[in-house]
């Protein structure tokens, strides 16, 4: 009776131990080889995070609620009149939240090509990876890149993804390293030109975002290599920006 017992016990934890391997492959995302598959999972998710968002009273970007009926009148990120350029990055600018339209209105700056404009800035910056699983594409995995916010509470001036200084590609010793691409985003300065950043903000006046840049991963680091951020590889993710500009000005050439 023994032996009988231990026997059927070893077959259950066989069956348990098969049953938690073929769970794990179902739940492993294996990256696709194709970068058409890739950036269609992107676009996918993308639009399934602008539909399933929304921006608070401070523009900051909230999930909605299945549960909680105070969201309800709120607009999803999908209808605030995103707007999508070629490279797919999209943006969203906040009405009532730009310097021309802030109360009272506030000097203005145009954010220059090519990060050519120094900008200090309230920023939320995450990441996401795009993954299917049965035929069901979202973001799965996220994490934060820099986030002024919630954290240190005072606004940045350029952010490392955003400019890489020449001090910072002088001080590299790898090749690759002194190129401004393996910092930047360009996704994220693309997006920006459609901003207009304020001027002399003072650095303790009450955050209120001005919009949101979303980039597909084509338009971020894609599959190259790039600065070690996190800890973890950014290569095939997207970026989501919730910021405001609280000073913006042309950057000296030396710098």
Same mark, same amino acid.
């Given at each position: 009776m023994k032996k009988i017992f231990l026997y059927i016990l070893a077959g259950s934890l066989c069956f348990s131990a098969c049953k938690k391997? #073929?769970?794990?492959?179902? %739940?492993?995302?294996?990256?696709? +080889? !194709?970068? &058409?598959?890739?950036?269609?999972?992107d676009e996918q998710a993308i639009q399934k995070y602008m539909d399933n968002n929304y921006l608070d009273i401070q523009g900051n970007i909230k999930a909605f609620s299945s549960t909680d009926t105070t969201d309800d009148n709120y607009k999803k990120l999908s209808e605030l009149n995103p707007v999508?350029?070629?490279?797919?990055?999209?943006?969203?600018?906040?009405?009532?939240?730009?310097?021309? #339209?802030?109360?009272?209105? %506030?000097?203005?700056?145009?954010? +220059? !090509?090519? &990060?050519?404009?120094?900008?200090?800035?309230?920023?939320?910056?995450?990441?996401?990876?795009?993954?299917?699983?049965?035929?069901?594409?979202?973001?799965?995995?996220s994490g934060t890149l820099l986030n002024t916010i919630t954290g240190s509470g005072s606004p940045i001036t350029d952010p490392l993804f955003y400019y890489a200084t020449k001090a910072v590609r002088n001080a590299a010793t790898a090749d690759l390293a002194k190129a401004r691409s393996y910092y930047e985003i360009e996704g994220l300065q693309e997006g920006l030109k459609y901003f207009k950043g304020f001027v002399g903000k003072d650095d303790g006046d009450t955050y209120n975002l001005q919009g949101v840049i979303l980039v597909p991963s084509r338009a971020a680091f894609a599959r190259d290599p790039h600065f070690n951020y996190t800890g973890y590889s950014l290569q095939n993710n997207c970026f989501v920006f919730n910021f405001q500009i609280y000073d913006a000005k042309t950057r000296p050439a030396d710098l």
């Open positions: 391997d #073929d769970d794990d492959a179902v %739940a492993t995302f294996t990256e696709p +080889e !194709d970068i &058409a598959t890739r950036n269609s999972y999508k350029l070629p490279s797919g990055v999209i943006y969203i600018v906040r009405n009532g939240a730009q310097p021309i #339209d802030s109360n009272p209105p %506030a000097s203005q700056f145009t954010i +220059e !090509d090519n &990060a050519k404009s120094e900008i200090k800035t309230m920023i939320r910056a995450n990441y996401m990876l795009a993954t299917e699983s049965d035929g069901n594409v979202s973001f799965t995995t």
